[in-house]
């Protein structure tokens, strides 16, 4: 069985907590993964017009137990305090991940400006949130990146095409169930994209019965395709901070059981561009996930 987990980091907290917590454990483990971090400002208090605009996300803040488990000071960045930077506050801790052995992707730049008005953005604000997280990546690494991972899986078809011109190994923006090659009106692109295939955790908390650490674990063990490649996407926030135990007890089971832990760039590298399946993006709801997502079409 493959597994690779894709780590979101969306905040400043985050990086500042979770990240090392989650890398050590890992380490330990003998697992690796990838991280996937937004590179500029924590607006992570701009968020709540998400209380008006999706369906359903107050009940998820109360479900997770949002604000225990991100802080206060998190919930009102980028609103009654300023935004703190996510990627360059700790560049030398990124340049640490890489150096153990740790995949480091780009998740954007402003993450939140990019899952609230991605569809406002024109052409030229979408070019420039795209090329602000490079440049950041670029000074922190002294390289461009070969991946990114769009905020809260929200892609369209300017961005896609963007995205697609500039030589990326590969891209994860979407909720599917294996790799493929997207395609907008009509036209395949190049890129290669690697979907999550399994439910966050922040989905499944308070919707399944999920009592301790331990059964978090076991219901992610009864999700896993033996014959597929498992995309499992963690959050810094989440299971780098309160959630860790589960994480944990998840990653040594699966080990335990012989299963194989690899980066995303390396399952990239193992894929045919040629004979990869192209399929549309198109846009859903997942259970326990406020607003739409992109989705691996037919």
């Avoid at 033996?226 to 780098?240: C, D, I």
């Avoid at 901070?241 to 690899?262: D, P």
């Amino acid at each position: 069985m493959r597994i690779a987990l894709k780590i979101d980091v969306d905040t400043h907290e985050g990086l500042k907590t979770g990240v090392p917590a989650m890398a050590a454990m890992l380490r330990r483990e003998g697992v690796s993964a990838s991280f996937f971090v937004a590179m500029g400002p924590d607006n992570s208090g701009k968020a709540i017009r998400r209380a008006i605009t999706n369906r359903g996300f107050l009940s998820k803040m109360f479900r997770t137990r949002a604000v225990s488990m991100y802080g206060w000071r998190t919930i009102v960045s980028g609103t009654l305090l300023k935004a703190r930077p996510v990627a360059m506050a700790f560049p030398g801790l990124l340049r640490d991940l890489a150096a153990a052995g740790f995949e480091v992707g780009v998740h954007g730049y402003d993450h939140v400006r990019w899952q609230d008005r991605l569809d406002q953005l024109a052409e030229p604000e979408m070019q420039q949130e795209i090329a602000d997280a490079f440049e950041v990546h670029r000074a922190i690494f002294a390289e461009p990146p070969r991946a990114w991972a769009a905020p809260g899986w929200r892609i369209n078809g300017l961005a896609m095409r963007l995205l697609d011109r500039a030589g990326l190994l590969y891209r994860s923006d979407t909720r599917g169930i294996a790799p493929f090659r997207p395609q907008v009106d009509g036209e395949p692109l190049s890129t290669p994209e690697i979907p999550t295939t399994l439910p966050t955790l922040d989905e499944v908390l308070g919707r399944e019965k999920l009592p301790d650490a331990a059964s978090v674990a076991r219901f992610y063990q009864r999700q896993m395709n033996p014959g597929a490649l498992n995309v499992h996407t963690v959050h810094a926030e989440t299971e780098g901070i309160g959630q860790l135990e589960s994480f944990t007890l998840l990653v040594r089971g699966l080990r335990e059981a012989g299963a194989q832990f690899l980066r995303m760039d390396q399952a990239a590298m193992q894929l045919d561009r040629e004979s990869l399946p192209v399929c549309p993006v198109v846009r859903g709801l997942l259970p326990g996930r406020s607003g739409w997502v992109a989705i691996q079409g037919a």
